[in-house]
């Protein structure tokens, strides 16, 4: 007889008086009855009783003798849910598995049930990690939903957008956009495209687009949702405030941080709106959100406001020792610290130490980073004693909970010797680093963070006691910065890895200080830091793809694809780095083999990838390989920017300190010079101030130089600024006059063979137009030129400092040189005024090969002013360029309107994306319109070039008027017809104009090979 659920119900409450009477009520049940009491009772909450009943079910009928299989197919699922309540997987495994198993020999079973029993199995496989199998099974139960759809509308869209995140967490971003498709398609037809299921629907699509790297794409779905929520959605829907945060997300992920504050204060303006609200703790969720956006940006004093609006929250919702308060109270320490407030910092860690320890047991890893935290804050305010407290109680923590093998207590190991040091114990400080030092790189391996970490300390400790060990350890840190800078570095977008090479700077600078503090300098120590250097100063350049596939205009779906997987690998990289060997063996992931994946793929998205010049940056070779390539008597001038290290106060400073390497012969020993450049160099150019920039740069290197021979230089920082062939020569002469001057990006990079070219075709572009363009929207192909608002790059104040005038809009250079090369039969294409586009240059060079590509247009170079937050450090790779058709016009307004195809703001980024790998030459002569401009903004164009597969490049290092350019230009270009060879057809040009004239016509010319 089959009872109804409103009659079972009271008949269950009934009985549940006595536990006796309801076995015996279950015993003398039918199977049905068993199984609807079961799920009555789940229903209702009265889990404690019904696990014994579902037991008792399963047990008689599996002991039957002719055992019912949809019966034991249910009993089993109920025996799997039972489980799985309880967060027992192991037990619940193989009862959802035996439930599957009967299901599938049951054709006619109930279909919901076995649904069921799919949708729990792939809930078990994700805790468990198996995101594949819980795919298949979610797959499974979306197939049987979809013989009727209409029986259960929002299960088989909830079963769709579940698939849709597990997918993504298992990198299967093909069949989570199937999915998300499918969610959208039913959440339209169903419910409508107002509708909360609609938006959730949309909103997967975004999360789909976004895991395949089409961040463009996804962001315009993700803030659509948003959009959409906030017309369509009741003011006081809930849900308005989870796409609002989905909407931050990517915002945060596009560097869009204007926006970004904007919908925090919208989601706050909600709440104010709705203050019912306010009792729920999303709110005081939200107040912590945006405490860590703007701990984020840097503003710890709005970072500390929200933190401490939502801890007194808390703390008037929560119990003191429920673990969001804990986190919270951690959170305003956090803030507090940072911004040396120590005091009030400690304050609100020993309160969170104290809750969490009635909250855990004693010493559990919460109290360990806690303590850690505390001992951080001692060590900062040279409290050691007290950091050494905390440092031995986290240590004793991380033994008992992991052991003596595991990676937290050898970490442990590190911090305690650090501290030991400080309080000058050095024999415990060498005991305890030392034995760090031996697990770390059981554990993990050189090539590991950790290990480099301890390498630099023990460096230090030993600088005065042992200085062979100290270099021994010195060099171990070097290693790990050579590959580095190879492997993991260009992963990251230009402003992360500004800050990683801080660190690397400063142990730079202790290495060079070290050395230069030894009567005699080890040639082992030299070469090791000048190979460091080949590397690193090198490895800021790389394109920032990272960065830069965020901003592509309509790329296409190939490019997409590629991006997708770049991100992918380019993740595994970097998460495979923090791994243990243990871990990396577990998860198949071998760095040296996924390097070599991602190079592969980023030849194929970037032109700048398969130039000899980036493929250079990204094989190591060591000085003493670029050595043994150079001519016998070629002279080699390394440039390296570094901090300057006071031992003394043990501090840092960027004071216009730089390293010079001078290998004076391919045999020669190299030696390491220090140059120190005052203001009064740094701040004069040096047409103005020769005699300062002699004394200061030259004097120190020019007695370590032979009498002839080829000079070659690898500037860095300012000294891209110097003009090498107007300083003098050790006879009273110029350089130019003694020796052969060659200028590389960097020392890997030295052209081998000659400068040699046909020069068969040529392409010239000037006499800007600065105001319009004629660049046809139905023209622009998708391609990698990029959109970028002028206010996302510098301020208006900024970028009022440097105006695009008409002051180059004569045509008479190109003209004049395009009817040169034309009389040479030459194949001469001319642009001028509106055509100067950076679109239909791109167009240009996409269709054709150039041999020689000649631009008078000049650079926008925007000096590094993170500091002050003027230029925006998410924007770096941006803020120098070449101003084209139409720049005025954008340059002048903070953003860009819809209908602007081409900005006219032809940036280093986007220069990177130019087809130039047929190109011998590119000449830049209107390049330095802005004196005021550091030298690192002349190199990354410099390197944009270069990158994007041009052999050669000429810009100029100070303005040179229109009738003076010609005059060098026509002789060079007569010279290169004449030699067809670029670099002595400039050294011909200089060394004829220098019998005629001073050196501003003819020594700001910089030939760049």
Same mark, same amino acid.
């Given at each position: 007889?089959?009872?109804?659920?409103?009659?079972?119900?009271?008949?269950?409450?009934?009985? #549940?008086?006595?536990?006796?009477?309801?076995?015996?009520?279950?015993?003398?049940?039918?199977?049905?009855?068993?199984?609807?009491?079961?799920?009555?009772?789940?229903?209702?909450?009265?889990?404690?009783?019904?696990?014994?009943?579902?037991?008792?079910?399963?047990?008689?009928?599996?002991?039957?003798?002719?055992?019912?299989?949809?019966?034991?197919?249910?009993?089993?699922?109920? /025996?799997?849910?039972?489980?799985?309540?309880?967060?027992?997987?192991?037990?619940?495994?193989?009862?959802?598995?035996?439930?599957?198993?009967?299901?599938?020999?049951?054709?006619?079973?109930?279909?919901?049930?076995?649904?069921?029993?799919?949708?729990?199995?792939?809930?078990?496989?994700?805790?468990?990690?198996?995101?594949?199998?819980?795919?298949?099974?979610?797959?499974?139960?979306?197939?049987?939903?979809?013989?009727?759809?209409?029986?259960?509308?929002?299960?088989?869209?909830?079963?769709?957008?579940?698939?849709?995140?597990?997918?993504?967490?298992?990198?299967?971003?093909?069949?989570?956009?199937?999915?998300?498709?499918?969610?959208?398609?039913?959440?339209?037809?169903?419910?409508?495209?107002?509708?909360?299921?609609?938006?959730?629907?949309?909103?997967?699509?975004?999360?789909? !687009?976004?895991?395949?790297?089409?961040?463009?794409?996804?962001?315009?779905?993700?803030?659509?949702?948003?959009?959409?929520?906030?017309?369509?959605?009741?003011?006081?829907?809930?849900?308005?405030?989870?796409?609002?945060?989905?909407?931050?997300?990517?915002?945060?992920?596009?560097?869009?941080?204007?926006?970004?504050?904007?919908?925090?204060?919208?989601?706050?303006?909600?709440?104010?709106?709705?203050?019912?609200?306010?009792?729920?703790?999303?709110?005081?969720?939200?107040?912590?959100?945006?405490?860590?956006?703007?701990?984020?940006?840097?503003?710890?004093?709005?970072?500390?406001?929200?933190?401490?609006?939502?801890?007194?929250?808390?703390?008037?919702?929560?119990?003191?020792?429920?673990?969001?308060?804990?986190?919270?109270?951690?959170?305003?320490?956090?803030?507090?610290?940072?911004?040396?407030?120590?005091?009030?910092?400690?304050?609100?860690?020993?309160?969170?130490?104290?809750?969490?320890?009635?909250? !855990?047991?004693?010493?559990?890893?919460?109290?360990?980073?806690?303590?850690?935290?505390?001992?951080?804050?001692?060590?900062?305010?040279?409290?050691?004693?007290?950091?050494?407290?905390?440092?031995?109680?986290?240590?004793?923590?991380?033994?008992?909970?992991?052991?003596?093998?595991?990676?937290?207590?050898?970490?442990?190991?590190?911090?305690?010797?650090?501290?030991?040091?400080?309080?000058?114990?050095?024999?415990?400080?060498?005991?305890?680093?030392?034995?760090?030092?031996?697990?770390?790189?059981?554990? !993990?391996?050189?090539?590991?963070?950790?290990?480099?970490?301890?390498?630099?300390?023990?460096?230090?400790?030993?600088?005065?006691?042992?200085?062979?060990?100290?270099?021994?350890?010195?060099?171990?840190?070097?290693?790990?910065?050579?590959?580095?800078?190879?492997?993991?570095?260009?992963?990251?977008?230009?402003?992360?890895?500004?800050?990683?090479?801080?660190?690397?700077?400063?142990?730079?600078?202790?290495?060079?200080?070290?050395?230069?503090?030894?009567?005699?300098?080890?040639?082992?120590?030299?070469?090791?830091?000048?190979?460091?250097?080949?590397?690193?100063?090198?490895?800021?350049?790389?394109?920032?793809?990272?960065?830069?596939?965020?901003?592509?205009?309509?790329?296409?779906?190939?490019?997409?694809?590629?991006?997708?997987?770049? /991100?992918? #690998?380019?993740?595994?990289?970097?998460?495979?780095?923090?791994?243990? #060997?243990?871990?990396?063996?577990?998860?198949?992931?071998?760095?040296?083999?996924?390097?070599?994946?991602?190079?592969?793929?980023?030849?194929?998205?970037?032109?700048?990838?398969?130039?000899?010049?980036?493929?250079?940056?990204? /094989?190591?070779?060591?000085?003493?390989?670029?050595?043994?390539?150079?001519?016998?008597?070629?002279?080699?001038?390394?440039?390296?920017? #570094?901090?300057? !290290?006071?031992?003394?106060?043990?501090?840092?400073?960027?004071?216009?300190?730089?390293?010079?390497?001078?290998?004076?012969?391919?045999?020669?020993?190299?030696?390491?010079?220090?140059?120190?450049?005052?203001?009064?160099?740094?701040?004069?150019?040096?047409?103005?101030?020769?005699?300062?920039?002699?004394?200061?740069?030259?004097?120190?290197?020019?007695?370590?130089?032979?009498?002839?021979?080829?000079?070659?230089?690898?500037?860095?920082?300012?000294?891209?600024?110097?003009?090498?062939?107007?300083?003098?020569?050790?006879?009273?002469?110029?350089?130019?006059?003694?020796?052969?001057?060659?200028?590389?990006?960097?020392?890997?990079?030295?052209?081998?063979?000659?400068?040699?070219?046909?020069?068969?075709?040529?392409?010239?572009?000037?006499?800007?137009?600065?105001?319009?363009?004629?660049?046809?929207?139905?023209?622009?192909?998708?391609?990698?030129?990029?959109?970028?608002?002028?206010?996302?790059?510098?301020?208006?104040?900024?970028?009022?400092?440097?105006?695009?005038?008409?002051?180059?809009?004569?045509?008479?250079?190109?003209?004049?040189?395009?009817?040169?090369?034309?009389?040479?039969?030459?194949?001469?294409?001319?642009?001028?005024?509106?055509?100067?586009?950076?679109?239909?240059?791109?167009?240009?060079?996409?269709?054709?090969?150039?041999?020689?590509?000649?631009?008078?247009?000049?650079?926008?170079?925007?000096?590094?002013?993170?500091?002050?937050?003027?230029?925006?450090?998410?924007?770096?790779?941006?803020?120098?360029?070449?101003?084209?058709?139409?720049?005025?016009?954008?340059?002048?307004?903070?953003?860009?309107?819809?209908?602007?195809?081409?900005?006219?703001?032809?940036?280093?980024?986007?220069?990177?994306?130019?087809?130039?790998?047929?190109?011998?030459?590119?000449?830049?002569?209107?390049?330095?319109?802005?004196?005021?401009?550091?030298?690192?903004?002349?190199?990354?164009?410099?390197?944009?070039?270069?990158?994007?597969?041009?052999?050669?490049?000429?810009?100029?290092?100070?303005?040179?008027?229109?009738?003076?350019?010609?005059?060098?230009? /026509?002789?060079?270009?007569?010279?290169?017809?004449?030699?067809?060879?670029?670099?002595?057809?400039?050294?011909?040009?200089?060394?004829?104009?220098?019998?005629?004239?001073?050196?501003?016509?003819?020594?700001?010319?910089?030939?760049?090979?």
């Amino acid at each position: 007889m089959t009872i109804s659920q409103k009659s079972l119900l009271i008949f269950l409450l009934f009985l #549940i008086t006595s536990v006796s009477c309801l076995s015996q009520s279950f015993e003398e049940a039918t199977w049905q009855q068993k199984d609807s009491m079961i799920a009555t009772l789940y229903q209702g909450g009265a889990i404690n009783v019904i696990g014994g009943l579902i037991g008792e079910a399963y047990k008689a009928e599996k002991e039957a003798e002719q055992p019912d299989k949809e019966a034991l197919a249910a009993f089993s699922l109920w /025996q799997g849910i039972r489980y799985f309540t309880e967060q027992n997987i192991i037990e619940a495994e193989p009862f959802f598995e035996e439930a599957l198993t009967h299901f599938s020999e049951l054709p006619n079973a109930d279909p919901t049930r076995h649904r069921d029993a799919l949708l729990n199995m792939a809930d078990l496989q994700v805790q468990k990690g198996e995101v594949s199998k819980s795919i298949e099974m979610l797959d499974g139960a979306l197939k049987m939903m979809e013989q009727d759809v209409s029986a259960h509308p929002g299960i088989y869209l909830a079963t769709l957008l579940q698939a849709v995140d597990v997918s993504i967490q298992a990198g299967e971003n093909d069949k989570a956009l199937v999915f998300s498709r499918k969610a959208l398609s039913h959440a339209q037809e169903n419910y409508g495209n107002q509708s909360d299921e609609y938006l959730q629907a949309l909103q997967s699509v975004g999360k789909t !687009y976004l895991a395949q790297g089409e961040t463009k794409r996804a962001s315009n779905l993700i803030l659509q949702a948003y959009e959409l929520a906030k017309n369509y959605l009741p003011t006081d829907h809930p849900n308005r405030i989870y796409y609002g945060n989905n909407a931050v997300t990517v915002l945060r992920r596009l560097g869009r941080y204007n926006s970004a504050e904007k919908t925090y204060k919208e989601m706050l303006q909600f709440f104010e709106e709705n203050a019912s609200f306010k009792n729920d703790n999303l709110y005081p969720a939200l107040l912590d959100d945006i405490g860590l956006f703007y701990e984020e940006q840097g503003d710890l004093a709005n970072a500390y406001d929200y933190y401490d609006r939502a801890n007194v929250l808390f703390a008037l919702r929560l119990e003191r020792n429920d673990p969001t308060y804990i986190k919270s109270q951690i959170n305003v320490g956090n803030a507090l610290r940072k911004q040396n407030k120590f005091t009030e910092a400690e304050s609100y860690y020993l309160d969170a130490l104290q809750n969490i320890r009635s909250v !855990y047991n004693e010493n559990s890893w919460s109290e360990a980073i806690l303590r850690d935290n505390l001992a951080d804050i001692y060590f900062e305010t040279e409290q050691y004693q007290k950091s050494l407290e905390q440092r031995e109680i986290f240590r004793s923590i991380a033994e008992l909970v992991w052991g003596p093998n595991h990676e937290e207590f050898a970490l442990a190991l590190f911090n305690v010797g650090k501290t030991h040091a400080k309080l000058g114990n050095k024999g415990e400080a060498r005991e305890y680093q030392e034995t760090a030092n031996t697990k770390i790189r059981q554990l !993990y391996g050189d090539f590991n963070s950790r290990a480099y970490d301890v390498s630099k300390s023990l460096a230090e400790l030993y600088q005065e006691e042992d200085p062979g060990l100290a270099l021994t350890y010195y060099n171990q840190a070097v290693e790990f910065i050579l590959k580095y800078c190879r492997t993991i570095l260009p992963l990251y977008p230009r402003a992360d890895r500004a800050v990683i090479m801080q660190d690397f700077d400063q142990l730079l600078a202790r290495f060079s200080a070290f050395i230069l503090s030894q009567q005699d300098q080890s040639e082992t120590a030299v070469l090791s830091l000048q190979n460091a250097f080949l590397n690193y100063k090198q490895a800021i350049q790389m394109p920032d793809l990272a960065a830069l596939a965020t901003e592509f205009v309509v790329p296409k779906t190939e490019l997409r694809k590629q991006y997708g997987q770049w /991100q992918t #690998i380019r993740q595994q990289i970097i998460d495979a780095q923090a791994l243990t #060997i243990a871990q990396r063996k577990e998860r198949e992931l071998d760095i040296d083999l996924l390097s070599t994946q991602i190079y592969n793929i980023q030849e194929k998205m970037l032109p700048a990838f398969s130039s000899e010049i980036c493929r250079s940056l990204t /094989q190591f070779k060591s000085m003493n390989e670029i050595k043994i390539s150079l001519d016998a008597e070629d002279i080699v001038i390394d440039f390296n920017e #570094i901090l300057f !290290y006071d031992a003394e106060n043990n501090s840092y400073s960027n004071n216009g300190t730089y390293l010079a390497f001078v290998t004076a012969s391919r045999l020669g020993q190299t030696k390491m010079v220090r140059l120190q450049l005052n203001k009064n160099v740094r701040g004069t150019s040096q047409l103005e101030n020769q005699s300062s920039y002699v004394s200061q740069i030259w004097q120190p290197l020019s007695s370590l130089l032979p009498d002839k021979g080829r000079i070659i230089f690898s500037p860095d920082g300012f000294m891209h600024k110097i003009s090498f062939y107007m300083l003098p020569s050790p006879n009273g002469k110029m350089l130019v006059d003694q020796y052969d001057i060659l200028i590389v990006p960097n020392l890997k990079s030295i052209p081998s063979g000659n400068t040699s070219t046909s020069l068969s075709n040529a392409l010239l572009m000037g006499a800007t137009d600065y105001y319009e363009n004629n660049t046809d929207s139905s023209a622009l192909q998708p391609s990698y030129l990029l959109k970028i608002n002028p206010g996302e790059i510098a301020t208006m104040e900024v970028r009022s400092s440097q105006q695009f005038t008409q002051t180059i809009n004569s045509p008479l250079e190109i003209n004049t040189l395009s009817t040169q090369l034309e009389k040479k039969k030459k194949s001469v294409e001319m642009l001028i005024g509106k055509d100067v586009s950076k679109n239909n240059l791109h167009q240009m060079l996409q269709a054709k090969s150039y041999q020689l590509v000649h631009l008078t247009t000049p650079a926008f170079i925007l000096n590094n002013l993170d500091s002050t937050r003027t230029v925006l450090p998410s924007t770096q790779s941006n803020h120098t360029g070449l101003a084209m058709a139409g720049a005025h016009s954008s340059w002048t307004n903070d953003t860009l309107s819809t209908d602007v195809v081409d900005d006219g703001l032809l940036t280093a980024s986007e220069i990177q994306s130019l087809a130039l790998s047929q190109t011998d030459l590119i000449v830049c002569p209107a390049i330095a319109g802005n004196l005021s401009a550091d030298g690192e903004g002349l190199s990354i164009l410099k390197h944009a070039f270069l990158q994007a597969g041009a052999k050669n490049i000429i810009i100029t290092l100070w303005p040179i008027s229109e009738k003076d350019r010609l005059s060098f230009l /026509q002789l060079f270009y007569k010279n290169l017809l004449k030699l067809s060879d670029i670099e002595q057809a400039f050294r011909r040009t200089q060394l004829k104009l220098k019998k005629k004239y001073d050196v501003r016509y003819w020594a700001g010319y910089q030939l760049i090979s």
